[in-house]
Every structure is written in C-alpha cells, then in structure tokens.
C-alpha cells in the first residue's frame, strides 16, 4: 500500500484538467445563480464558522505541522495531503481551514492548474525510445494477467505495447480510483489549488510536472517491472485498501495510515523506488522550506504535499528538525 500512497500524484496527470475546467465552469455559472445574502443568513453563518472554531481538532484531515522561521515573523504550516477525494470531504477541519486562510503563499508539489506538460511530452515520457515492447519486458504470466485487466476496462493489450511499465502502472492506478468511492478529481491538492486561485493568492511550486516525470520514467526497467506486478497483484484489493487510505486520512489517523503502508511490506522492490520517489525529493523540498525560513520575508507561507513526504523518513519534518527548526504537530 506503501507505493500507492506515494505514487498516487501521478494520477493527478491522467487527465484530471478537463474535468477540473468543466468544474470551475460550473462554479461560476452556480455563483452567477447565487441569491443575496440577507442579515439572517449571514448570522447564522457566523454562528458555524464558531461552532467549527470550537471544534478544532475533531474535523475532516490531519496531519498538520507549524514551523517558524528564527525570528519568529516567518510561519509555515506543513499539510500533508491525500491525492484522491470525494465531496463529503469538504470543508476540512477548522485548524486546516485557518491555516489555509492565514497563508499569503501556497506551496503544492506542482500546481496542476497551470504546469502540465503537453501530450506530446507525456507521450515521450510515457513510450520507449526505441522497439522495445512492453510484451518484451513482462514475463508470460504477469502480461496475461495484464491483459485481463486492461480487457476488464475496454482495451487491448496490444495497444499498450509502446508504454513503459511505469505508465501502464499508473493507468491501473486510474482504473482503481474509478472503482473505488474516491477519486483523484476532488482530491485535496485540487481543493487548495482551486482556493488559492479563486482567492487570487500566490502559488509557488515545490517542483515542477517535468521533474516528476522524469522521476517515474527514470526508473531502472527492472525496478519498472517490479511495481506494475505489484500493482497487478493487489488489483482486486486498491479500490478497497484506497477508501481505506482516504478514511484513515480523513480520521487524521497516523497509526492506520502506516499500518496500511505496511501491509504489503513483503513485496520486494528495488531500494531505487523509495529513494528517488520519496527520499531524494523529501531531502529536496526541506532545502528549498529552508531557504524560505532563512530569507525571512515575514510572511505565511501554506504547504501541502501528499503525508507520506511529512511521514517517511527521510521525512520533510525529520530534515527540518535536523536543520535545526522546531517542528509542532498541530493536528
């Protein structure tokens, strides 16, 4: 379940824009609908943003740290997230809420609303650069369970011959959220970037939709191999162990969240894939919070990145403790 928490991002690219945009559509064509808002209503509005403000700590998500800069006049709040979501997930707890709303700067891992590469880019990410095929690259028995699943979802084992294993891999991924109750188009990442861009605040990315492709596509092709029979092997089980995830994360419930990372701790995969999908990247984020907190400029600053870069060490959190910052756990 471990590469599923940390590979999810990915499937943010598979198409997730389109439906974004029609979403956005739809909000303003609700706003344009809106009726004025009388005095009673805004009272009774009032009366629940106190009743929320009283239930702090008790909402929907987690997994919230403060760290300062030396000075004290720096303050940047550490959202870990969870790359899927539904309707029901909204609004998140009142302490996240905040945190959001003090911010004068949002920080994704990429804001997706802006930095996608094009198709022709994915596509030379995606493909192999010369005649390899993936029929190749599997063994017999893992390509013919590939096959029924991708017969299961309308297409042709054929027609995926060009694709690496990463992005068949993520195209399994996507099949999984479609038949789970959560998906990756009211993710949380989605939620805060839409926010901050209706409420015109600055959106800084961490990385950019290029790096991570190269991350996954820059695989050896045995490491490859070894997480699409993984992601194989449990797809009966991912849209169940998904909701899972969601429910863990929505309970800001860390013990559940790392026992689902465990379960499949037997499965054998290269030390590559950790290293290059969390540990380099963590080490990388923290660098660039560092230099944020040493420059100083006063303002707050709201950073949100899938919970696994705050909870696997070598953690965002542990790096900046290392460095020196006192890292509070605030829900």
Partial sequence: MKKFLLALSIVLFLGVLSACSGDEDASETENE???????????????????????????????????????????MYLQGTIHLGN????????AIED?????????PEVNLLEEMPSQEEM????TYKDDTTLEE???????????SILEENGLELETMNEFQPWFVEMMLLEFVTMESEVDSQSAVDLYFLEKATEDEKEIVSLESAEEQFEVLSGYSMETQIQTLEAAIDGYEDAPEEMEALAEAWLEGDMEAMEDLSNEDAETEINAEYMEEL?????????????????EDSGEAYFVFVGTAHFTVEPSIVTELEDKGYEVEHVY
């Avoid at 945190?99 to 920080?107: K, N």
């Fill in 33 to 75: 609908e809106e009726e004025p808002v009388t005095e009673e209503d805004q009272n009774s509005e009032e009366a629940v943003e106190e009743e929320e403000e009283e239930e702090s700590g008790e909402g929907n998500g987690g997994f919230l740290w403060k760290v300062e800069s030396e000075s004290g006049d720096t303050e």
């Fill in 278 to 294: 969390n540990d380099n990247r963590n080490i990388d984020m923290a660098n660039s919070l560092d230099d944020i907190l040493q």
């Fill in 87 to 94: 309707d029901d997930f909204y609004p998140l707890d009142p």
């Fill in 123 to 126: 596509m030379a990410y995606a």
């Fill in 99 to 107: 945190a959001y709303d003090r911010a004068d700067v949002v920080m």
């Fill in 137 to 147: 690259e599997l063994p017999e028995d893992t390509y013919a369970d590939l096959a």
